[in-house]
């Protein structure tokens, strides 16, 4: 599986702004889907996932109620809406894809990652 972000950028504080990822191969929705972050100088931190069906999504709680992850499985696409965004959203956000990696943890496949920038 192959995985590439878009959507990254420069945004102000309280704005919104949507990353897709875009996942090569024909069983897109047997994979879990989600979403990492690493900011300057920090540990990679778990953002979300949502399992294959999309019927289920979990978050961290510092982004829960900001946040929504969903996905089209019919485009092979995940998509991160993030909206009041903070300077703390600020990071490389990272794709990953994996089986049952909802209840896991593990992800065996990683996008190349997208810059988020939140500016005061």
């Known amino acids: 599986v192959q995985l590439v972000e878009f959507g990254g950028g420069l945004v102000q504080a309280g704005g919104s702004l949507r990353l897709s990822c875009a996942a090569s191969g024909r069983t897109f929705s047997t994979y879990d889907m989600g979403w990492f972050r690493q900011a300057p100088g920090k540990e990679r931190e778990f953002v979300g996932c949502i399992t294959g069906s999309g019927e289920r999504q979990y978050y961290v709680d510092s982004v829960k109620g900001r946040f929504t992850i969903a996905r089209d499985n019919a485009k092979n696409t995940v998509y991160l809406q993030m909206n009041r965004l903070k300077t703390e959203d600020t990071a490389v956000y990272y794709c990953?894809?994996?089986?049952?990696?909802?209840?896991?943890?593990?992800?065996?496949?990683w996008g190349q990652g997208t810059q988020v920038t939140v500016s005061s």
């Open positions: 990953v894809a994996g089986v049952r990696s909802v209840y896991t943890g593990e992800y065996d496949y």
